[in-house]
């Protein structure tokens, strides 16, 4: 089975999920094809991680970015729920 790693795959085997988990109580589907209610629970669980860790990198890289302009990196860390950015004293202009 070939490796599937990027964000449009799992979108693909979430909506394989759905469909599989549609057909559950489906007669004319083989049993290979149904998916029980708890292993589609721990798909989308393991699928909610890979999307949050995907928004992680994306603000990383918005970091990054603002990097490259001081005063607008500044402005985004004094916003961020997350890090605490001590005022500084002093001219830094």
Do not use: C, W, Y
Request: hydrophobic share 35%; no cysteine.
């Amino acid at each position: 089975m070939p490796k599937k790693t990027s964000l449009n795959d799992l979108r693909d085997h979430l909506f394989d999920v759905i469909e599989r988990l549609k057909s559950k109580n489906d007669q004319n589907t083989s049993e290979n094809e149904k998916m029980d209610v708890e292993t589609a629970k721990a798909i989308a669980n393991i699928g909610t991680v890979i999307v949050n860790s995907t928004k992680i990198e994306v603000d990383a890289m918005r970091i990054i970015a603002n990097a490259q302009n001081p005063k607008n990196l500044a402005a985004f860390l004094k916003k961020s729920e997350f890090l605490q950015i001590p005022e500084t004293t002093g001219s830094e202009e």
